[in-house]
């Protein structure tokens, strides 16, 4: 099976930093990665994805990295802001279509 | 803009009833998933169904079943409610692609007790 997991429970960041949240795979096959944001009350929302042929993708405002060789990924966020505030996870597929997500990383924003 | 919508917010229900979770998306989507999540354990896939009629049990299936007679709907039940189902459950739905993955779109989550 597979387990992913982040290195935080909790990230404080001043309003205007930048932020990085950090995530560790275990199962080598997996082939493609996902970042949620999770705001109170609501349902994950899809932030930003990345492919195994890829090392590097970037959206607005964050840039997803993996690294294949130590079974890494984090999420960049530049210029934090308050509406950044939420619990971040990730999520790694593998074996047709089913994800894997991690405990989740909450993000505070201090103003 | 895509949608998949869970029929309830919140739900409390006593121990032993028998539960309904309801989920309909309209993307068309073959792939819907049930989830659970807790503090601290992430979301735990409960089962999963690439077509209609079709399912495959996830990493935490015990104490559940499923049912999806129509594309659109993917049924959660809980035979036997138990105080340990206490959670928040999470409905997701994604296209099925022949050589790839792709996002999992979520409802909003229902947040049931059992007491």
């Known amino acids: 099976g597979e387990s992913v997991g982040l290195h935080l429970p909790t990230l404080s960041v001043q309003e205007g930093d930048n932020s990085i949240i950090n995530c560790a795979y275990s199962?080598?096959?997996?082939?493609?990665f996902i970042w949620y944001k999770q705001e109170s009350g609501k349902g994950p929302q899809f932030i930003i994805d990345?492919?195994?042929?890829?090392d590097k993708r970037q959206g607005q405002r964050v840039t997803v990295l993996l690294n294949k060789t130590v079974k890494h990924l984090s999420l960049q966020i530049a210029a934090t802001q308050p509406g950044d505030s939420a619990v971040y996870f990730c999520?790694?597929?593998?074996?047709?279509?089913?994800?894997?997500f991690g405990s989740g990383t909450k993000l505070n924003v201090k103003p | 803009d895509v949608k998949v919508t869970q029929s309830s917010r919140y739900l409390v229900k006593r121990t032993g009833e028998k539960v309904f979770l309801e989920c309909v998306q309209d993307?068309?989507?073959?792939?819907m998933f049930w989830y659970r999540q807790d503090p601290g354990l992430g979301l735990r896939l409960i089962y999963f169904s690439y077509d209609v009629k079709m399912k495959e049990k996830g990493d935490i299936p015990e104490g559940y079943s499923v049912s999806r007679e129509k594309k659109e709907r993917f049924s959660l039940i809980l035979e036997s409610a138990s105080t340990n189902q206490t959670s928040m459950y999470l409905c997701a739905s994604n296209l099925r692609v022949r050589d790839g993955n792709t996002e999992a779109f979520f409802g909003q989550g229902t947040r049931l007790t059992v007491v």
């Open positions: 993307m068309d989507h073959e792939n």
């Open positions: 990345i492919r195994s042929n890829m």
């Open positions: 199962n080598s096959a997996s082939d493609y």
């Open positions: 999520a790694a597929n593998y074996n047709f279509n089913k994800f894997y």
